[in-house]
């Protein structure tokens, strides 16, 4: 599933091509309260996508596991930083489209999903706060309330649970997944199955700085690459290829390049380690 810099990598881009752009066409859904309207603003919260019209509605997507939103100019291009690019993907739309947005510019946006779990609500812009999904979140990993006190009193709240379990919840800390939760744990030199209670007020400050950054770096590498995960413009993002411990089992930690990287389970998620870096300690059982 994509997580929040991939998410954040696809509004930025969606961002550059959408605002200010008239909704004209929507096939594959009811169009009664989006058609006509403009995008004035493209935002995220955690892992949702939020586009807010000038009609007072807002358009939300969740891509789930296979979802992707690409935008092609009306000349066939695709949309990078506010010029056209060459094409990056292969012709839409294709048997995974599930929706196509038809803009008065001659741009369209494709919403496509192979598995069928993304979903697509037209909301009040009014009420997107008071959504489900979106009032259970936590902070955003960049927003002030995500302070070092916030997250000590949520490790403490959740005293038993292994701490990968704790920043993995979407209702402490919005938009981290698998993959940058076991990159942030990794450079905060914490074992993923150390339970909240367990940790010290510095450990506290080194776990909050590495999500921090680690989630940064995600953006700026724009995501991670897997089977299903293109950015706005049919691209990829090579954060992998950065990755420190993500995906790199067996091979050398880049700290300790004399211990291999491990993967076990916690919390019943594959989870990537280096043993020298991150001691589980006796004071602690393993959670599984």
Request: proline share 5%; glycine share 10%; aromatic share 6%.
């Amino acid at each position: 599933m994509p997580e929040g810099p991939e998410v954040e990598t696809i509004r930025q881009g969606l961002e550059l091509g959408l605002v200010g752009q008239q909704i004209v066409t929507v096939d594959g859904m009811s169009d009664r309260m989006v058609a006509g309207a403009r995008v004035t603003h493209v935002t995220r919260r955690g892992k949702v996508l939020i586009w807010t019209l000038d009609n007072e509605h807002s358009l939300m997507f969740h891509l789930k596991m296979t979802g992707q939103m690409v935008l092609v100019k009306a000349d066939g291009e695709r949309f990078a930083g506010g010029h056209p690019t060459s094409s990056m993907a292969e012709a839409l739309p294709d048997r995974s489209t599930r929706v196509v947005f038809g803009f008065a510019s001659g741009d369209q946006l494709y919403f496509n999903d192979q598995r069928k779990f993304g979903w697509i609500k037209v909301v009040p812009t009014a009420e997107v706060e008071l959504d489900t999904l979106v009032a259970r979140m936590g902070p955003e990993v960049t927003a002030p309330e995500f302070s070092v006190a916030y997250l000590a009193a949520r490790l403490a709240r959740h005293k038993g649970a292994p701490v990968k379990a704790i920043i993995l919840d979407q209702s402490v800390v919005a938009g981290v997944g698998n993959i940058y939760a076991d990159e942030s744990l990794h450079l905060a030199r914490l074992h993923p199955a150390r339970v909240g209670g367990s940790l010290t007020p510095a450990e506290a400050r080194r776990l909050h700085a590495a999500i921090r950054e680690i989630m940064a770096l995600g953006i700026e590498h724009g995501g991670t690459s897997f089977a299903h995960y293109v950015n706005s413009l049919g691209g990829k993002g090579d954060y992998l290829e950065h990755a420190r411990v993500f995906r790199r089992q067996g091979r050398p930690c880049p700290v300790h390049p004399d211990t291999l990287i491990q993967k076990l389970r916690v919390a019943g998620r594959g989870t990537h380690i280096c043993p020298r870096c991150q001691k589980l300690g006796r004071s602690v059982g393993q959670a599984t």
